[in-house]
């Protein structure tokens, strides 16, 4: 049974709950695999394997609260086309200045004659998504960590792999 720290090796197909177009699939190629617990999934799609077994084949339906957030309206914004390294066209990704001096990237919505509209919303957020999943293996996380032990011979502390 699948928990915290497991290593789980899946298959998955993701779609749009409104309309059902594939937007990912593992399925043709390796499976996904993953530690649970460490936030390398949605949060909706990591919550779900908590107690499920190898082999088990499940379906689930999840949120944009728990899948990559609602739409942002405030991550939609207009840009003086003089402000783009050059020409850019409708479904551009560009890397983008973010307010903590890192990047982000964007993808532009609209191209407008003075102006282009630029969307740093995640292409999947505000949508219902459908997910699934099949565990193919669990194992316990392999996980080498530094250890504290206390050698009596000296009674110095030291540190061992």
Aim: hydrophobic share 35%.
């Amino acid at each position: 049974m699948i928990k915290e720290k497991n290593v789980v090796e899946l298959h998955y197909t993701g779609k749009f709950k409104e309309g059902g177009e594939v937007f990912d699939s593992s399925v043709e190629r390796e499976p996904l695999k993953i530690e649970v617990g460490n936030g390398s999934l949605i949060k909706g799609f990591e919550s779900s394997l908590l107690g499920k077994k190898q082999g088990e084949k499940y379906s689930i339906e999840i949120k944009p609260e728990e899948a990559y957030g609602n739409l942002r309206e405030d991550l939609i914004v207009e840009v003086p086309k003089d402000k783009m390294p050059g020409p850019v066209e409708v479904g551009q990704t560009l890397s983008a200045n973010a307010e903590n001096g890192g990047s982000a990237q964007v993808i532009v919505k609209e191209v407008k004659d003075e102006s282009i509209i630029i969307d740093g919303n995640h292409p999947l957020a505000g949508k219902d998504l459908l997910f699934d999943i099949e565990i193919i293996s669990i194992t316990e996380a392999d996980v080498t960590e530094n250890v504290v032990t206390e050698d009596t011979t000296n009674d110095d502390t030291t540190v061992s792999e």
